[in-house]
């Protein structure tokens, strides 16, 4: 008898985790062989950015697109709902439905000067 034994609710839960967006865009990232801070140059982001796509975090579409383009994938193929609202202006990168919806980040006010 094994040790360690799967679960079928485990591999679904492995499986469905290798198709998040965070996942794959770590995967091509890897299979370029470039590092986060590579991929942020060549993406133009900073490097907080890439390691906000890479835990699965919200992160701004434009800076989603930057990274998607410089690893050479189309963002639909990530993000597909995309297609379906114009005005998205923040992505979640994970997709998992259990996990609750992170906020974008708060504007900060600007001091009162006096």
Not at 63 to 72: F, G, N, Q
């Amino acid at each position: 008898m094994p040790f360690f034994t799967n679960t079928a609710a485990q591999t679904r839960a492995r499986e469905r985790e290798s198709d998040e967006p965070s996942t794959r865009v770590q995967r091509r990232r890897l299979a370029l062989g470039f590092t986060i801070a590579q991929l942020a140059r060549r993406s133009g982001v900073g490097t907080r950015t890439i390691n906000r796509l890479m835990k699965g975090q919200t992160c701004q579409l434009a800076a989603c697109k930057r990274v998607a383009a410089a690893l050479d994938i189309d963002p639909l193929d990530l993000w597909p709902h995309l297609a379906s609202d114009p005005n998205v202006l923040y992505v979640r990168v994970s997709t998992v439905p259990d996990a609750p919806a992170p906020k974008p980040p708060k504007r900060r006010a600007a001091a009162a000067r006096g």
